[in-house]
């Protein structure tokens, strides 16, 4: 496929960006860091900054993360951004990639005004406890996800057949 149609997953991308700002925008207007709003038996609303990486790895690492991090978000966007019109007519592919570059923004906007992501979202059942997350956060899972079941999703290799170890049909 063309690369002009790279701009509907820019587009995309964007407003995964939108919404994820949006709803840390009102999480900061409704409440304080420490809240914990009961919603359901399995979820909570909370207020954290999560200074780290995924299930807050690296957040008492000292502040060095802080950066690191961000120029890693940035380094994936671009390598995103980059590979994005080779891609840009498989859609689960795309879809994914997408989803990782609008999740990665969101998070990296976190990083460079607040220092640390925030984090809002928290599902929990029998006293566990899952780390809070974010829009971003679930776009970047999602995101993955999608990259994984692409890789095992059956393609037709250049004869028609799937590619060796890839079962199904073409």
């Known amino acids: 496929m063309p690369s002009r149609n790279v701009d509907r997953w820019l587009w995309l991308a964007g407003i995964i960006v ?17 809240d914990s709003i009961y919603v359901a038996p399995f979820f909570n609303w909370v207020l954290t ?5 995924a299930f807050s ?16 978000a940035l380094a994936i966007s671009a390598w995103i951004v980059s590979i994005l019109p080779r891609h840009s007519g ?18 990296v906007i976190d990083r460079i005004r607040f220092g640390a992501v925030i984090d809002f979202v928290q599902w929990h059942a029998a006293g ?3 780390p809070a997350f974010n829009v971003a956060d679930s776009a970047i899972s999602i995101g993955a996800l999608l990259m994984v079941w692409d ?9 028609g057949q799937p590619r060796p170890g890839q079962g199904g049909h073409p």
């Open 128 to 130: 566990f406890y899952w």
């Open 151 to 159: 890789q095992f999703a059956a393609r037709p290799s250049g004869n």
């Open 49 to 53: 900054f999560n200074a780290g990486a």
């Open 18 to 34: 939108v919404v994820d700002q949006i709803s840390k925008w009102l999480v900061l207007a409704w409440l304080q860091p420490g």
């Open 90 to 107: 498989e859609f689960r592919i795309s879809l994914a990639l997408t989803m990782i570059l609008g999740g990665a923004i969101g998070n």
């Open 57 to 72: 790895f690296l957040s008492d690492a000292g502040g060095w993360q802080r950066w690191f991090l961000t120029l890693l």
